[in-house]
């Protein structure tokens, strides 16, 4: 009886110790997409950013060339 326990305990430990590695890959890969949902994110908003200031920019030159040809 007392044999079978440590059997069954030593097997549990194992899947103990599969279940934290396999977590802590898990937890690698994670990190790693967040950085690049993080980039993607970042670069996004840059280019956002210069859509507006591209688009700023044609409209004041729009504007001030109807105001030229006047």
């Known amino acids: 009886m007392n044999e ?4 069954a305990l030593g097997r549990l430990e194992g899947k103990v110790d599969s279940l934290i590695t396999s977590l802590a890959v898990h937890d690698e890969e994670l990190q790693r997409l967040d950085n690049r949902v993080r980039q993607l994110e970042q670069s996004r908003s840059w280019m956002l950013g210069a859509a507006a200031v591209i688009g700023a920019a044609v409209s004041f030159l729009i504007q001030f060339f109807k105001m030229e040809s006047s």
């Not at 079978?4 to 059997?7: A, F, I, M, S």
């Open 4 to 7: 079978e326990l440590l059997l």
